[in-house]
């Protein structure tokens, strides 16, 4: 019922909206004109997690990314992003994580080892090649929408989840082999292709859109969940894009960030009109 009583009431909102923009002497040159130059490229990392995550139905494995062999690899990898030249470095964190930024620094100072994770392995990493005095935390929770994801009490869920692990565990085995066998250079311009990156969106259209119980659009709800929590993602790029241009600057945004966000960031970007994608892959390391 507040779902229903929210729905009118934005519709209300908007009609009101709508009546005065349009209204007889509101003119359509009146509106703010969209900006002729973006405020910002954007490039977007697609990342499995090097510490893994607990946090995920399906979970890449990685051997130690704190190898020899392996920490020469992100340092090409981290040369290379770096050439890009970006002005600001911005990793999958709250902006409440509030040692973020004092690990940074103390990096920066040579009195913090990086841990296993990819935001100081990659992140601190470019950050400090460009010489930034911080890193830019743009990950949030999703608009909180309550859903029941057991399947023992959500037969919708219960229904799907056969053919959900029938697609879901050959589908991490596969990358983790692909990470085992390749450079991570090599791994993440794979990674980052057009069709890894649509086998992973999949899991959300081809599967959570099916997940419902007679009053209840469980899977829809899951969906729209996680649309919600990348939209803020890409609003606090777009804040973080704003005061560069306020300042008179074009910012260069490097998100490092989970590859499953990354499909539907590209098309929050490409909506946008102040923010421009520029294609990881075009600077990744080449073997």
């Excluded at 100081?120 to 929770?141: E, K, N, T, W």
């Excluded at 029941?148 to 697609?167: Q, R, V």
């Excluded at 490097?254 to 946008?272: A, C, K, N, W, Y």
Aim: with cysteine; net charge negative; charged share 25%.
């Amino acid at each position: 019922m507040k779902r229903h009583a929210l729905s009118a009431a934005c519709l209300t909102i908007w009609a009101a909206v709508a009546a005065t923009w349009f209204a007889p002497g509101v003119r359509a040159q009146d509106a703010p004109a969209a900006p002729q130059e973006p405020w910002a490229e954007v490039m977007l990392l697609g990342m499995t997690h090097f510490a893994g995550s607990s946090g995920d139905m399906f979970s890449v494995e990685v051997d130690d990314v704190l190898a020899p062999r392996r920490q020469r690899e992100i340092e090409a990898v981290a040369e290379a992003l770096a050439a890009w030249e970006p002005t600001i470095v911005a990793v999958e964190r709250r902006p409440d994580r509030e040692n973020l930024q004092s690990d940074y620094q103390a990096y920066v100072r040579g009195e913090h080892e990086l841990s296993v994770n990819e935001v100081q392995q990659l992140g601190f990493r470019i950050a400090a090649m460009r010489g930034l005095d911080r890193v830019a935390p743009i990950d949030a929770a999703g608009p909180g929408i309550e859903v029941d994801y057991d399947p023992e009490t959500n037969t919708g869920m219960a229904a799907i989840m056969p053919e959900l692990m029938a697609f879901g565990q050959p589908l991490v085995d596969g990358i983790s082999q692909e990470f085992a066998d390749r450079s991570i250079g090599s791994f993440l311009r794979w990674f980052n292709a057009p069709e890894q990156l649509a086998q992973n969106h999949a899991f959300y259209h081809r599967f959570m859109m099916r997940i419902w119980n007679e009053d209840d659009p469980s899977g829809a709800l899951m969906v729209a969940d996680w649309y919600g929590r990348n939209l803020i993602i890409v609003q606090n790029i777009l804040r973080e894009a704003q005061l560069a241009a306020d300042a008179g600057e074009t910012a260069r945004v490097l998100v490092i960030i989970g590859q499953g966000h990354v499909p539907t960031m590209q098309r929050f970007i490409e909506d946008s009109p102040y923010l421009e994608r520029v294609d990881v892959r075009d600077w990744l390391p080449v073997e």
